[in-house]
């Protein structure tokens, strides 16, 4: 009994819809706004940057939207991906909570960016563009639209946030196997980016700079789009491959998740795994606690506002109401590079307001060491992301072993660590630290808020 079990779904099982949670909203999106005129934007203001299918997925309110036979095609390479039965976990903590993780790390770029990676280049291939611009964090955005690229024959240019790109060399040589540039953020090959340097000269950049660089290199040439790893609902859309499989895994298994738990910097991981339950739970009343973890250090949901804000540093983007830090808010380096973001998806920001999503916030050293405690029971070395998940799921197991209560805890182990390994020799070589942002920056950046009647 003290095994983990794994759950494996056939082939034919890769769902044939991803699942669009704007048809189950008990109130709906405030709109998104135009960053001029601060009025609703339409799909036109969008078709500077993005394909006309992806800019038809951001605004629909159809529940189920068709995944096209060729992006199927390039999931069946890992997809329908496992879900475990984390028995030797459950053990280790002496719980009798039972706990389940979704393990997307087993996707070729090692992430589960890969879900909507494919999908972006694919609709950007139909519509002909040459080149699709992007940013990316730690590198798992990167990596998995470097791949993309290379599978459909698009060009990649890709700005990684400084600190990462310093951090995480094997990301980078990863997206250059692939065909992709990637290039260090901010940068002195955009406006935007030089903008940056001309102020702060040894900036060691953010993810709201980036997205800046990227749609900038977009908005000023013909033959290129820009893709977002995050954020945005057509993004959430795609993931939610992962929630729609683990239903019928949990299905397989018997059981039922009481609770639902993934990390949160931009949200797609935590919505592709819960957005399929809460959605259940929105049409027929079927309880489920859904937990988004962010780190301390960047704690957008737990301690940023709810308004309207940039979703970039140069006010490129259009504007969406979100819980923010600010746009100019730069984060911490702290080694989860994927949840440096200074604002939350929309929809996951609106459904917090809502109070159907429970945010929590860790440091990174709590969170190594439930990594390093999971990967000890497991066999399986997380990404400083997936952590943070880890350690609410551990948190809540030990609140049952102190209970009594057998509750079932279902989270989602998002990526791999294996290009991550610096921090983990850092961390145990005692040289990592829990970092703490700066109050008076996150004032700052929240008085620059825009102004929106």
């Known amino acids: 009994m003290s095994d983990t079990v794994k759950f494996l779904l056939p082939e034919r099982e890769i769902p044939k819809s991803w699942y669009n949670i704007a048809a189950d909203l008990p109130e709906p999106l405030p709109p998104v706004l135009h960053p001029g005129t601060k009025q609703p934007i339409g799909p036109d203001d969008l078709a500077v940057i993005f394909p006309r299918a992806v800019i038809e997925q951001e605004m629909s309110q159809e529940r189920e939207i068709e995944i ?10 890992w997809r329908p991906s496992p879900l475990f039965r984390a028995r030797r976990l459950e053990q280790a903590l002496g719980t009798p909570a039972k706990i389940y993780y979704k393990y997307e790390g087993v996707s070729p770029a090692g992430s589960h960016k890969a879900n909507s990676a494919i999908a972006q280049a694919f609709y950007n291939k139909q519509e002909g563009v040459r080149r699709i611009a992007t940013e990316t964090g730690a590198g798992q955005w990167g990596s998995s639209l470097a791949l993309a690229g290379a ?9 990684m946030v400084k600190v990462s790109f310093q951090q995480k060399p094997y990301r980078r040589a990863m997206m250059e196997t692939f065909g992709a540039r990637c290039i260090a953020s901010p940068s002195d090959t955009t406006e935007s980016g030089r903008a940056v340097l001309a102020e702060h000269p040894d ?5 709201g700079i980036a997205i800046s660089e990227a749609v900038e290199v977009a908005a000023k040439n013909d033959d290129t789009c820009y893709a977002l790893g995050s954020v945005l609902n057509h ?6 491959v992962i ?6 895994q949990m299905e397989m298994a018997g059981d039922y998740p009481d ?16 957005f399929p339950f809460l959605g259940e739970q929105l049409r027929s009343g079927r309880k489920v606690e859904c937990i988004a973890v962010e780190p301390s250090a960047c704690p957008t949901l737990t301690k940023g506002r709810l308004a309207y804000d940039y979703g970039d540093t140069a006010h490129l983007t259009p504007l969406v109401k979100m819980f923010t830090l600010g746009s ?18 929309p929809q996951v920001s609106h459904l917090t307001n809502l109070g159907l999503i429970d945010p929590r916030s860790y440091n990174q050293l709590e969170c190594f060491a439930a990594g390093i405690q999971f990967a000890k029971a497991e066999g399986i070395v997380p990404a400083p992301e997936a952590n943070h998940a880890i350690r609410a799921a551990i948190h809540e197991a030990e609140k049952c072993r102190e209970s009594g209560e057998a509750k079932t805890i279902l989270f989602n182990l998002s990526g791999h660590g294996h290009f991550d390994m610096q921090a983990y020799t850092d961390y145990l070589g005692g040289k990592l630290k829990d ?9 700052m950046a929240l008085a620059g808020l825009p102004s929106v009647g």
Do not use: W
């Not at 100019?328 to 994927?338: D, E, I, L, S, T």
């Open 68 to 77: 096209p036979t060729p992006v199927r095609d390039v999931y069946r390479q």
């Open 151 to 159: 599978l459909f024959d698009i060009d990649i240019e890709v700005y």
């Open 203 to 207: 900036s060691t950049g953010s993810l």
């Open 235 to 240: 993004v959430l859309l795609h993931q939610s």
């Open 243 to 248: 929630g729609l499989e683990a239903m019928k």
């Open 259 to 274: 609770m639902v738990i993934g990390c949160t910097g931009g949200g797609s991981n935590f919505a592709g795994l819960a």
């Open 328 to 345: 100019a808010f730069v984060p911490p380096g702290f080694h989860a590079g994927g949840l440096r973001y200074h604002g939350m998806a």
């Open 435 to 443: 970092l703490v942002y700066d109050e008076s920056e996150v004032a």
